[in-house]
């Protein structure tokens, strides 16, 4: 029988795995909470069911609707998405326990690289080279601390091992800032996440963010899709990442690549999931691993045309499907410009009523978005509202096709950072990609603000 597949999302990532549904054959069922009736993937979804009202709390994150709408629906399986509930182990561990499968690694392989110190520790047994630090028992004595700095060297990073995504850590400059910023990291885990476990790591100065893709069939195979470049970004959110990460030492990235596949093979990894690096003077530096398929996935599918949302699909539902590093290749350059639904220069978040838009088109565009003439944009969730794609041969005139896309995009109602997308295209340290993870608060946005 045709198996059925609940998205547990919303906005471009629910179409993204609705189309990706229908390619393969699964019947679909489209999940939302009461704001959110206009969602373009509701229209194309074989069911829907309304989750709750627009407050994610009782809705994207409920999981015991989610549940429910899965067991009256009779679906099969459940597709996390990013965001929301796709780290949650528990929840993969409750869809495990009611039936249903969680389209994603197992809830044990979750909880594991979730928490950080457990995730350091596996890809230093895997040959990942790791920031220099320290991750046992933190000592009270102040000795023993100061014994601890001096071997690692300051500026050292305090982390939370339940933290992530840039939540739970701190920089310390000298011993006092280090004996005050542990027991600050410390009672800030524990409100946050429970938990007060901490690590320390060398900070590492002005490096760029480069991830790895890997893809693994839970059963001890995994294969990598190359690496990608997230430098830009601010506070944490990527603005544009691109695919592959250019100028960066060849011998060290394939060692890196091997030593990824083999952390994923090691811990029967299922679906797709993202190694994420820092990278300064020639060395990788493994910061953490994320158990879900990102936002910027995309660029990856362009260089390599291999469809991560399908092949997440097929290992799930066990269909014929074939994981070979030798049938995967790399060609040219992808670029993905995130727009966002908010003030350029602020950053403020802008909803409201799209009253008039036009996508980008043509030769290398890919526009993955959920937005059209007439929606409205609501408040309640983040604000991407389109992933403007361009695939060329080279990095340069993947700019160019970039700057065109965006000339030809506008939306009308609501603001968006389309004026900033177009000034980083048109910035001299952008395109000499010498640009670093500070690059965009540090320098860009003060000449951008006065212009
Ligand atoms: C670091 C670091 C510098 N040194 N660790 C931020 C989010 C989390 N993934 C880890 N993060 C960082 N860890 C050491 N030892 C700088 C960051 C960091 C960062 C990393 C990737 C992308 C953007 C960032 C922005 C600020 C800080």
Redesign the pocket.
């Known amino acids: 029988m045709t198996k059925k597949v609940l998205i547990a999302n919303r906005g471009e990532i629910a179409l993204r795995a609705l189309r990706a549904c229908k390619e393969v054959g699964l019947k679909t069922v489209g999940v939302y909470s009461s704001g959110d009736q206009e969602l373009k993937h509701l229209r194309f979804a074989d069911e829907t069911v309304c989750i709750g009202p627009s407050n994610p709390l009782e809705s994207y994150l409920y999981v015991p609707g989610i549940l429910s709408a899965a067991e009256v629906t009779g679906s099969d399986a459940i597709y996390p998405g990013y965001g929301f509930l796709a780290e949650d182990y528990e929840f993969a561990e409750k869809c495990e326990g009611s039936g249903f499968k969680f389209i994603g690694p197992s809830s044990a392989v979750i909880k594991k690289m979730g928490d950080k110190i457990t995730a350091k520790t596996i890809a230093e047994k895997s040959g990942i080279p790791t ?1 220099p630090g320290y991750k046992d028992k933190l000592p009270e004595n102040k000795g023993e601390l100061e014994k601890i700095a001096t071997k690692i060297g300051f500026p050292i ?1 305090i982390k939370a091992t339940a933290g ?3 939540r739970g ?1 701190r920089v310390a400059n000298d011993i006092n800032e280090l004996i005050s910023g542990i027991s600050i990291t410390q009672q800030e885990a524990k409100n946050a996440f429970g938990n007060e476990t901490l690590y320390l ?4 100065e002005n ?1 760029r ?1 480069i991830e790895v893709q890997i893809f693994g069939d839970g059963k001890g195979k995994a294969i990598h899709l190359g690496t990608r470049d997230c430098s830009l ?1 601010r506070r ?1 959110q990527k603005i544009i990442e691109e695919a592959p990460a250019v100028d960066i030492d060849e011998g060290e990235t394939q060692k890196v690549l091997t030593a990824c596949v083999n952390l994923c093979e090691s811990i029967k990894y299922e679906g797709a999931g993202t190694i ?1 690096f ?1 990278y300064k003077d020639e060395e990788f530096f493994f ?2 691993m994320n158990t879900r398929i990102q936002v910027e996935h995309p660029v990856t599918e362009m260089i390599t045309m291999f469809d991560l949302v399908k092949a997440q699909l097929k290992v799930a539902l066990g269909m014929d499907f074939v994981l070979d590093q030798n049938r995967i290749t790399f060609k040219g350059h992808a670029m993905e410009c995130r727009i966002n639904a908010e003030d350029p220069v602020t950053f403020i978040p802008s909803p409201g009523k799209i009253t008039k838009m036009h996508p980008p088109g043509g030769f290398g565009i890919r526009f993955d978005s959920h937005i059209y003439s007439g929606y409205t944009v609501p408040p309640y969730y983040d604000s991407l509202l389109a992933k403007i794609i361009t695939a060329t041969n080279k990095r340069k005139s993947c700019i160019k096709r970039m700057k065109n896309a965006l000339d030809e995009f506008f939306v009308e109602g609501i603001k968006t950072n389309h004026s900033l997308h177009l000034a980083l295209m048109n910035d001299q340290t952008f395109q000499d990609n010498k640009h670093n ?1 500070n690059y965009l608060e540090d320098n860009f946005m003060k000449q951008f603000e006065n212009d």
């Not at 790591?201 to 590492?204: L, V």
């Open positions: 920031v990073m992530g995504g840039g850590m790591e060398k900070y590492i490096p963010h970004q944490h994420e820092l910061i953490e993870i």
